[in-house]
T-cell receptor, first 113, second 111 residues
Framework: DAGVIQSPRHEVTEMGQEVTLRCKPISGHNSLFWYRQTMMRGLELLIYFNNNVPIDDSGMPEDRFSAKMPNASFSTLKIQPSEPRDSAVYFC???????????FGPGTRLTVT | DAKTTQPPSMDCAEGRAANLPCNHSTISGNEYVYWYRQIHSQGPQYIIHGLKNNETNEMASLIITEDRKSSTLILPHATLRDTAVYYCIVRVGYRDDKIIFGKGTRLHILP
């Protein structure tokens, strides 16, 4: 298995632009998680889905952030409009039913100028 | 989820055993202890988990005290590739639920 796949790996954009991050979970996994990592705040959970349904989005910072999971093999995290403080590494992770471990993707490094 | 306390950093000589402590004095009876690590610029990686008994896998050993208020992750023969931030987490297992990461321990393996 290729593991969790994220794209793009790096994204540089200007303030005010829309940014879309993509994630393909491991086949057969039914839970998907979006995390953000910054030096100041560390690793924090933004939102997670179970069977394509959002379960907890309390970590989504504000209305500029939205996430979707249209099917079991694809999820997006969108920021519109982007701001410099959104600069961070965004990780996607997935896990299977009853599994203890989450598998993380390589992350997308976002820079908003 | 219960809170954990870890030292911010540790050093270990290459080839020696690295022992990383974690305090979780408020752990509940149904909460597991998990360890993840994050090597620079990579996503976190699951290492091991346990409930009450000591556990061992190909990566590490986990020693949990009898009162479950603390645990130690042991990397038996540390290599330079084990340099990473190690996170100790407690949470209810067998749930598709979120992980709350603390600051972890930054482990430096010295050549």
């Amino acid at each position: 298995d290729a593991g969790v796949i994220q794209s793009p790996r790096h994204e540089v954009t200007e303030m005010g632009q829309e940014v879309t991050l993509r994630c393909k979970p491991i086949s057969g996994h039914n839970s998907l998680f979006w995390y953000r990592q910054t030096m100041m705040r560390g690793l924090e959970l933004l939102i997670y889905f179970n069977n394509n349904v959002p379960i907890d989005d309390s970590g989504m910072p504000e209305d500029r952030f939205s996430a979707k999971m249209p099917n079991a093999s694809f999820s997006t995290l969108k920021i519109q409009p982007s701001e410099p403080r959104d600069s961070a590494v965004y990780f996607c992770a997935s896990s299977g039913t009853g599994a203890h471990e989450q598998y993380f993707g390589p992350g997308t490094r976002l820079t908003v100028t | 989820d219960a809170k954990t306390t870890q030292p911010p950093s540790m050093d270990c000589a290459e080839g020696r055993a690295a022992n990383l402590p974690c305090n979780h004095s408020t752990i509940s009876g149904n909460e597991y202890v998990y360890w993840y690590r994050q090597i620079h610029s990579q996503g976190p990686q699951y290492i091991i988990h346990g409930l009450k008994n000591n556990e061992t896998n190909e990566m590490a050993s986990l020693i949990i005290t009898e009162d479950r208020k603390s645990s130690t992750l042991i990397l038996p023969h540390a290599t330079l590739r084990d340099t990473a931030v190690y996170y100790c987490i407690v949470r209810v297992g067998y749930r598709d639920d979120k992980i709350i990461f603390g600051k972890g321990t930054r482990l430096h393996i010295l050549p």
